[in-house]
């Protein structure tokens, strides 16, 4: 029995010595990122000297030029491209609509909507649409109307649900129609559709998005309107207007293109083998700088190797940091570099995703084992220093699902404060101004903790 008490007090005692010796070199980290950071002023330069990057852009080959060359000046022991085809979807020009309907003394009023192409979808051509337009609330009211729905424009009404606290709740019940909105409007006739963004935000810039197109159906025009907008439009519809509407967008399809997901890594120094992801995807919509979606997670990424590198750790496994390609309207890049390891057939135990934005961080959420997130869940005491407070399950980064999907590899996300993603998100005023210094280092410092534990301690 002594034996056993001293073992379990032993065992104990070594325990405490590997959190202080934890503790302690995560603070190193945080003061090596709060004190000598490069995050914020590297987003600076991708979002100031480069912009906006959509997939085929030219933005796009600027950054990952930028990309290549900061991982290299960063230390990164290889830096090298993965090449992927993508996607190169066009605006085509400024995006209009009108509404057209009668006054108190049925004198007919236009009203211009501030308005933006969903991503992917097809154009109106140069003569665009005009058409009656019907309010519907959801799929429900689609399904029951679907006799009245031919030949006008659908304006889905469907907004953000006010009671989650966490907002991407409500960001995945609203998207929905975003994504099949034309096609199940087209499926009944509709000519084209309108909805509200996704976005609970007060004031009235419209956010794009990405569709998918159920390819046996037209494929039909779709705008998404700011909110102001869609509030007075809804406003119309309840005090008994009738309301037309004109619009026009120029957006299509080019040729698919090649495009680049840009890896720089640290090499194992007893695995070299072995692999840990940890990324952000560099691409974004063409109408702002994509600050915070998602330069946020790329910088962030490059800080972890960064930072290691400052403070003299020699990792174990080989950390690899890397800037998908293509997350926004195609995911080619999460799916090539998953692709990739199964046919190199690569080791990869681990791998985290910042795309949540700049924020000031409150959790992780992953994809693994029962087993392996209890594990994850007792290094939880070092991250409350630096505002992080779960470890959730169930969730991952869009980029590293594939990883999870196709080889069984557990997979993170950074989760930052939500409240304010959501306003910026897609919009014109996700701009590097809308981003705190601070709030970034402290997503950088723990990502690089996490790393740095899943690097000593494995799960």
Not at 147 to 168: C, L, M, Q
Not at 207 to 224: F, M, R
């Amino acid at each position: 029995m002594f034996r056993l008490f001293l073992f379990l007090l032993l065992l104990k005692s070594g325990s405490c010595v590997a959190q202080m010796t934890d503790s302690s070199f995560i603070r190193k980290i945080a003061d090596e990122i709060l004190v000598n950071g490069k995050a914020y002023d590297n987003l600076r330069v991708l979002c100031k000297t480069i912009g906006a990057r959509l997939s085929g852009s030219s933005g796009m080959y600027k950054a990952e030029e930028w990309a290549e060359k900061t991982l290299k000046n960063m230390g990164a022991d290889k830096v090298y491209l993965q090449e992927c085809l993508v996607p190169r979807w066009v605006r085509g020009g400024k995006d209009e609509a009108v509404i057209i309907y009668e006054d108190g003394k049925g004198k007919p009023v236009k009203a211009t909507l501030d308005v933006l192409a969903i991503g992917n979808t097809s154009g109106t051509g140069m003569g665009g649409i005009k058409a009656a337009v019907i309010l519907i609330h959801d799929f429900e009211e689609l399904e029951n109307r679907k006799d009245e729905i031919k030949g006008k424009i659908v304006f889905y009404s469907a907004s953000f649900n006010p009671r989650y606290v966490e907002t991407g709740y409500a960001y995945g019940e609203t998207g929905v129609y975003r994504r099949s909105g034309p096609s199940r409007a087209a499926r009944y006739g509709a000519l084209a559709i309108m909805t509200r963004s996704l976005s609970e935000s007060t004031d009235n810039n419209p956010h794009t998005g990405a569709t998918i197109y159920d390819t046996s159906l037209p494929k039909i025009p779709a705008v998404a309107m700011g909110l102001k907008d869609a509030d007075n439009l809804y406003r119309l519809f309840s005090a008994g207007k009738k309301v037309e509407a004109y619009i026009k967008t120029m957006a299509h399809f080019l040729a698919d293109t090649i495009g680049h997901n840009i890896i720089g890594e640290l090499t194992g120094s007893e695995l070299p083998n072995e692999y840990i992801t940890v990324g952000g995807h560099l691409d974004s919509w063409d109408i702002a700088e994509g600050a915070h979606d998602d330069g946020a997670g790329c910088v962030q990424s490059m800080e972890v190797l960064r930072s290691l590198k400052a403070t003299g750790y020699k990792p174990k496994h080989s950390i690899r940091v890397v800037l998908f390609a293509n997350e926004e309207n195609g995911l080619r890049g999460g799916n090539k570099y998953a692709d990739e390891v199964i046919k190199k057939n690569e080791k990869h135990i681990f791998a985290l995703e910042s795309d949540n934005g700049g924020f000031t961080p409150r959790g992780f959420d992953f994809i693994m084992s029962a087993a392996q997130l209890t594990r994850a869940r007792e290094w939880l005491p070092l991250f409350l220093p630096y505002g992080v407070y779960y470890f959730g399950n169930g969730g991952a980064g869009s980029d590293v699902t594939p990883l999870n999907m196709k080889s069984g590899i557990p997979v993170s996300e950074l989760r930052p404060d939500s409240q304010r993603y959501f306003d910026l998100h897609h919009a014109r005023n996700d701009i590097f101004e809308n981003v705190n210094n601070r709030e970034l280092a402290l997503g950088a410092i723990n990502m690089t903790a996490l790393i740095y534990m899943v690097d000593r301690y494995e799960l």
